[in-house]
């Protein structure tokens, strides 16, 4: 066995199993090297050191088993979704103690175009924050309002199906009391209810976001000219979200 040989297979026991398997595509003599499958127990026992107590109690070797479990799980394709956005309306109420500031009847495709233009005067974060690819509904506020961030803001979304007049809950009642001073939105959430036909669908967040200008810095006043619905990560697309309101406890 070469120099080289030894060289290898001193360097090989430290490498990810990305790179230990970029190596066996170097050339022949690199692949014979690598595949030594006590290079692949080296990576299984940094990554799953248990199964390293049992050993020949596996039907497989180590690489094949590093290489099963590693290998990532590309997301299947989303059937259509059975909603579409001209199915729905949403229902969007906000109060302070003792006024209505925004109450209106929105129909789904409005929500679902969003703001095209973020109004004059808009910070630099909100619009990058509009551009960016994560999927979200927005909607423009006309006319604006004002509030301070001192008051109790309460917000209750609701949302209907106009093929089964069937109504779910999105939003119920929750309070505003999270500033993302990046991108000027003041947030409320609330964990959805799921239709008992997805069990063990839980701990879903819905987020709605008043977007801002600052009024009034110093006294907390903030000018509200946009309104923005999402579910974070839960859903990263409109197929993802129409499936995701599918599955809400439509009563």
């Given at each position: 066995m070469s120099s080289y040989d030894e060289v290898l297979k001193a360097v090989f026991p430290f490498l990810d199993g990305a790179d230990l398997a970029s190596c066996m595509a170097v050339c022949k003599q690199w692949r014979e090297i690598a595949k030594d499958d006590y290079f692949w127990k080296c990576l299984c026992a940094r990554r799953w050191p248990s199964i390293c107590k049992r050993p020949n109690s596996f039907r497989v070797t180590y690489y094949k088993l590093y290489q099963t479990f590693r290998k990532r799980q590309q997301r299947q394709a989303l059937l259509p979704p059975r909603l579409c956005f001209e199915d729905l309306e949403f229902f969007i109420d906000i109060w302070t103690e003792d006024k209505l500031m925004f109450s209106e009847v929105v129909p789904g495709p409005l929500l679902e175009a969003g703001i095209k233009n973020p109004p004059s005067g808009a910070s630099e974060g909100i619009r990058l924050h509009l551009e960016c690819p994560q999927y979200k509904m927005t909607l423009p506020v006309d006319p604006r309002f004002t509030?301070?961030?001192?008051?109790?803001?309460?917000?209750?979304?609701?949302?209907?199906?106009?093929?089964?007049?069937?109504?779910?809950?999105?939003?119920?009642?929750?309070?505003?009391?999270?500033?993302?001073?990046?991108?000027?939105r003041f947030m409320a959430y609330e964990y959805l209810d799921f239709s008992p036909l997805y069990p063990f669908t839980s701990n879903t967040r819905a987020w709605i976001s008043l977007l801002f200008m600052d009024k009034d810095q110093n006294e907390g006043v903030i000018d509200v000219f946009g309104i923005e619905v999402d579910f974070c990560d839960a859903a990263n697309s409109k197929e993802e979200v129409l499936w995701l309101l599918d599955m809400l406890d439509w009563k």
């Open positions: 509030v301070a961030f001192s008051q109790n803001l309460t917000v209750s979304v609701l949302v209907r199906r106009k093929d089964s007049n069937r109504v779910a809950c999105i939003i119920n009642n929750s309070l505003f009391g999270y500033t993302d001073r990046t991108s000027n």
